[in-house]
């Protein structure tokens, strides 16, 4: 399962650094996180899983795209 996620209030690379890290830590297989697009694409975490790792790293989570 893939998908890609608006996250908002990133704003410079240690913002990736921390979202792709905790999900990583949430045990997803692939993170890729695009600071331009706000965007986080992962692999093999649900919409659900997703939304709480990015709140819970301090960023809104903005849906699906």
Do not use: P, S, W
Request: glycine share 16%.
């Amino acid at each position: 399962m893939q998908a890609t996620y608006r996250v908002e209030g990133m704003t410079c690379g240690g913002c990736v650094r921390a979202v792709t890290n905790a999900l990583e830590g949430a045990k997803a297989t692939a993170v890729t996180v695009d600071l331009e697009a706000g965007t986080a694409t992962v692999h093999g975490l649900g919409e659900a899983a997703v939304k709480q790792v990015i709140e819970d790293a301090g960023f809104e989570f903005g849906g699906q795209l």
